[in-house]
């Protein structure tokens, strides 16, 4: 696997009045090409943070990103952000959205809409509006959008968070389908520890703010995994434990 990121030492401090607080106190990371990444860490430690220097909307301090052996300077079109707090247009429709990322005039920008709807589960609602979709179609039709442009890194921000444990399982679940089929980097920030063992390749724990990393944990199972699996769930408790809880 070759490097896709390689983050060197970076340091972050944010400024309040005369007071300043370090965030981010050296952290170094190589995320290869094709990986699945899951961060996690306290409340407040800084995860938000480090994915925002990581996608180029924050430049650390100190120490460099690289992505494709390029120093990160700022954000660009290989890269996509899905956060909690949705990105859907309410004045569009679900086509509509899944349209306006794509700037090729070459494609068919209906037919690639209606190919990322279908993929993601909402064959037939392409001409409904988010208000008329549920809360796991809305999340639904935000990865689409997301797939449509064919970013080469998706950047998750704790983007199942708002959902019930069920719907958030059917999500990933399909998230995890699209994967095979379609190539991508993934980071992904989540408070979830059984969501990070369930979809990533290795969980990096973050410590308290200022947040370095603590530790990394390999998750060797084939996808798809069974969360009842005990090995999984001896994983999940090993970083629970490594969080400070006690299973």
Same mark, same amino acid.
């Given at each position: 696997m #070759?490097? !896709?990121i390689?983050i060197?030492n970076?340091?972050k401090s944010f400024?309040?009045g005369?007071?300043?607080k370090?965030?981010i106190d050296?952290?170094?990371?190589?995320? $290869?090409d094709? /990986?699945?990444v899951a961060i996690?860490?306290p409340s *407040?430690?800084?995860k938000?943070?480090?994915? !925002?220097?990581i996608?180029?909307f924050l430049q650390?301090?100190? *120490?460099s990103?690289?992505?494709?052996?390029?120093?990160? !300077? *700022?954000?660009n079109?290989?890269g996509?952000?899905i956060?909690?707090?949705?990105?859907?247009f309410?004045?569009?429709?679900v086509?509509?959205n899944?349209?306006f $990322?794509?700037?090729? /005039?070459?494609i068919d920008k209906?037919a690639v809409? =209606?190919?990322?709807?279908?993929?993601?589960?909402l064959?037939?609602? /392409?001409?409904h509006?988010?208000?008329?979709?549920? $809360? $796991?179609?809305l999340?639904?039709?935000e &990865?689409a959008?997301?797939?449509?442009? !064919?970013?080469e890194?998706?950047y998750?921000?704790?983007?199942?968070?708002?959902l019930?444990?069920l719907?958030?399982l059917?999500i990933?679940? /399909?998230l995890l389908? &699209?994967l095979?089929?379609e190539r991508? #980097?993934?980071?992904? &920030?989540?408070?979830?520890?059984?969501?990070?063992?369930?979809?990533?390749?290795?969980?990096v724990v973050?410590?308290?703010? @200022?947040a #370095?990393?603590?530790?990394?944990f390999?998750? @060797?199972?084939a996808?798809p995994?069974?969360?009842?699996? @005990?090995?999984?769930?001896?994983?999940?408790d =090993?970083?629970?434990?490594?969080? *400070?809880i006690?299973?």
């Amino acid at each position: 696997m #070759t490097d !896709k990121i390689v983050i060197k030492n970076i340091k972050k401090s944010f400024s309040s009045g005369s007071e300043s607080k370090a965030v981010i106190d050296g952290i170094n990371l190589t995320i $290869g090409d094709g /990986e699945f990444v899951a961060i996690v860490g306290p409340s *407040g430690c800084g995860k938000s943070t480090l994915m !925002k220097m990581i996608a180029g909307f924050l430049q650390p301090d100190e *120490g460099s990103i690289a992505v494709d052996g390029v120093e990160r !300077k *700022g954000p660009n079109a290989n890269g996509i952000l899905i956060s909690q707090h949705g990105s859907v247009f309410p004045w569009l429709t679900v086509q509509q959205n899944l349209m306006f $990322g794509l700037n090729d /005039e070459h494609i068919d920008k209906a037919a690639v809409a =209606d190919h990322y709807a279908d993929l993601v589960g909402l064959k037939g609602f /392409e001409q409904h509006y988010p208000r008329e979709l549920s $809360g $796991g179609m809305l999340k639904r039709a935000e &990865i689409a959008r997301a797939l449509a442009v !064919k970013p080469e890194i998706l950047y998750m921000d704790e983007p199942f968070s708002a959902l019930d444990a069920l719907m958030s399982l059917r999500i990933r679940t /399909e998230l995890l389908r &699209i994967l095979e089929e379609e190539r991508h #980097t993934v980071i992904l &920030i989540t408070h979830d520890v059984e969501e990070a063992v369930h979809l990533a390749n290795r969980v990096v724990v973050l410590s308290n703010r @200022p947040a #370095t990393i603590q530790t990394i944990f390999d998750v @060797p199972f084939a996808h798809p995994r069974k969360l009842s699996d @005990p090995a999984l769930q001896q994983l999940r408790d =090993d970083i629970l434990r490594e969080l *400070g809880i006690d299973c």
